[in-house]
């Protein structure tokens, strides 16, 4: 394992930043640190980086135990929030800041953020002010400027906050390209699910300072390991009484459960063909447009759930009763999650995630 | 229509306050000063006591600013870079001095390094004089101002947050190295700003100096003091003739603060 976190534990206060913290990340990999705000999640990657210092716990980069090592000898580049580029600096001087610092000769610093500027796409742009650049510019000369002394690890603090949706999108993408180019082992820390998931290769929980489960993100898609994943993973709507719904039974102590938006079908009255009897009736509440697909409340024995359907299908209007189908839904008590099936669909599933 | 009407009167009403109350008093100095002739003038200006008294005004002055500047800069780094107990009570204790009349300032200093004061044998000791003397003036002048500089630079430092700090760190610079290649540059019209505040004020001390001065014509007298005892002797012209060098510094001083202020602005500061 190339980065490793034991048992660390890091309080401001009352307040409990990181609670018996313990994750493992092999090298090379892209790691998403995941979690609403307030979960710990940055607080984790300042302390990796050495600009906080945890209660107890160890943090383990290549084997070498480096709670005592200064920030400045871990061999880490961080990418700020706000990318903190020096203002007062150009892009080139910006860049070439770290290696000056290191006393490398004004040839190598020349080459190095030539080849560093080129790999970000700048090129003519090296006399400019970071306040003459756009949001994404601005990001790429962080990205430059966290890789020109070579670290061996990099972190990322909410890379795409600042960023506007649509360049965020085209960034996420460059940003994970160039971290394959480089092949260097990184970890970024997101509130947004759907950035952890299309980005990192792997992502961390974290949720009330505890990491709540590590996997791929399909992995942690498909089997959420706590209530807390199985509610903040995916559009989830929780249900108090799934027993009310055909084909659920409700399990011992258990009394509530996850719908997700693609568990559920909504077909016209008269067009559902199979699982008639497994079918709920429903009443439309809602339709909201979402620029690509229709969101759709529908209510079923008094519980409001939510689907989707795609522009191709045939209209349904509020109010319109409707066939509904809930393929599985997730249960969950304390501590752990399951995966109920509807057990009056013989069939086996008809849809993948 | 209505705002139109008001905008009148308070623009109105503002300029004949001003003028009434700071500009016609100013001028009435230069006036007076000229009154018997510009030879008088000139014999009033450069008069040996009060080329003397105009020396140690900038003495006290530059020694003031030069170490208010220094520790307002400790101060103001040490208030918005880190986090420690009792930040709050030593932001508010650097604002005593605009709080407490000069006079109390200049006793304090009586209470401590005079006759009475508990410091005065270890200074008579090593044969150091303060009171009545010039260190006591400079003393007296930095106590007054040192607040300008800290208080200018401190919201700078702040709204500029940590990161670029943090992130020069991590790359490996020293203290030194992140304060002249980040931190100065981005407070330096703040800076320049609170230095000159600071020169206006110390210029123009009188309360807190004039109890520690003794008034020694030609030894502790700095100009305000001096423009008092001319007045005193009855000595209108060269009173006012003194006065008016102090009232051109002035001048000088508020252009350069404007010049400064129109570039912090430009800059994104203050």
């Known amino acids: 394992m190339y980065v490793e976190l034991k048992n660390i534990n890091k309080s401001f206060g009352d307040f409990k930043a990181s609670d018996h913290v313990d994750f493992q990340i092999e090298k090379g990999k892209l790691i998403g640190l995941l979690g609403p705000s307030g979960s710990g999640k940055t607080t984790i990657l ?25 920030a400045n000898e871990r061999g880490i580049g961080f990418v700020f929030q706000n990318y903190a580029l020096f203002r007062y600096m150009t892009v080139f001087d910006n860049i070439a800041f770290g290696l000056e610092i290191q006393k490398k000769s004004k040839k190598e610093i020349k080459n190095r953020v030539n080849e560093l500027i080129k790999l970000i796409g700048l090129e003519g742009l090296e006399k400019r002010y970071p306040h003459q650049l756009s949001g994404g510019q601005k990001q790429r000369v962080a990205f430059a400027r966290a890789l020109a002394p070579n670290p061996h690890l990099l972190l990322l603090d909410e890379p795409f906050a600042a960023i506007d949706a649509k360049v965020r999108q085209e960034l996420r993408s460059w940003l994970k390209e160039m971290i394959e180019r480089v092949g260097i082992t990184s970890i970024f820390v997101t509130h947004d699910q759907e950035e952890a ?3 990192a290769d792997e992502i961390i929980i974290t949720n009330h300072g505890r990491v709540e489960q590590k996997g791929s993100p399909i992995e942690i898609y498909k089997n959420p390991g706590t209530p807390f994943v199985a509610q903040f993973i995916g559009q989830s709507t ?8 055909k084909g659920f039974e409700v399990l011992k102590n258990i009394e509530k459960a996850v719908i997700r938006p693609e568990f559920i079908s909504i077909s016209k009255k008269s067009r559902l063909k199979q699982y008639i009897s497994a079918a709920e009736e429903g009443t439309v509440e809602k339709i909201s447009f979402r620029g690509s697909y229709l969101e759709v409340k529908v209510r079923v024995k008094d519980i409001i759930l939510t689907a989707t359907r795609t522009m191709e299908d045939e209209l349904i209007e509020v109010g319109e009763t409707v066939s509904v189908l809930i393929y599985r839904l997730y249960v969950f008590d304390e501590n752990k999650t399951y995966l109920l099936e509807n057990n009056t669909m013989e069939d086996k599933n008809p849809v993948f995630i | 229509m209505k705002s139109k009407i008001t ?8 300029f004949i306050f001003i003028g009434g109350m700071l500009v016609l008093p100013l001028s009435s100095v230069i006036v007076y000063a000229l009154r018997d002739g510009i030879k008088a003038y000139k014999e009033a200006v450069f008069d040996e006591y009060t080329v003397k008294a105009l020396y140690l005004t900038i003495i006290a002055t530059m020694s003031a600013v030069a170490l208010n500047t220094l520790f307002g800069i400790f101060a103001a780094w040490t208030i918005t870079k880190f986090n420690f107990r009792g930040k709050q009570l030593l932001t ?19 209470l ?7 410091a005065y044998d270890f200074i008579e000791k090593y044969n150091i004089k303060i009171v009545f003397a010039i260190p006591g003036i400079i003393l007296a002048t930095i106590f007054v101002t040192f607040p300008f500089v800290s ?32 931190t100065l540059p981005h407070m330096k019209w703040a800076l320049l700003y609170g ?5 206006a004020r110390a210029m123009g001390e009188f309360g807190a100096v004039s109890v520690l001065s003794g008034h020694l014509r030609g030894k502790t007298n700095t100009l305000p003091l001096h423009v008092e005892i001319l007045y005193n002797e009855f000595n209108l012209t060269s009173a006012f003739a003194v006065s008016s060098i102090l009232v051109i510094m002035a001048i000088i001083i508020l252009i350069l603060r404007n010049i400064v202020e129109y570039k912090g602005k430009k800059a994104g500061e203050l």
């Not at chain 2, 230095?195 to 020169?199: K, P």
Request: net charge negative.
């Open chain 1, 46 to 70: 300042r302390m990796i980086a050495g600009l906080e210092m945890p209660d107890s716990g160890d943090i383990i980069i290549d084997g070498t135990r480096i709670n005592d090592v200064p």
């Open chain 1, 197 to 199: 998931i299309e980005v």
């Open chain 1, 238 to 245: 929780i249900i108090e009484n799934y027993g009310a719904l």
């Open chain 2, 7 to 14: 905008r009148i009167i308070l623009i109105t009403v503002s």
């Open chain 2, 92 to 110: 508010t204790l650097i604002d005593i001095p605009f709080a407490i009349s000069p006079v109390i300032a200049g006793l304090l200093f009586i």
């Open chain 2, 112 to 118: 401590i390094f005079g006759r009475v004061g508990w």
């Open chain 2, 151 to 182: 208080r200018e630079i401190i919201p700078v430092l702040n709204s500029q947050g940590k990161d670029e700090e943090e992130a020069a760190a991590l790359m490996g610079a020293d203290g030194f190295k992140i304060f002249r290649k980040i």
């Open chain 2, 195 to 199: 230095v000159i505040l600071c020169t």
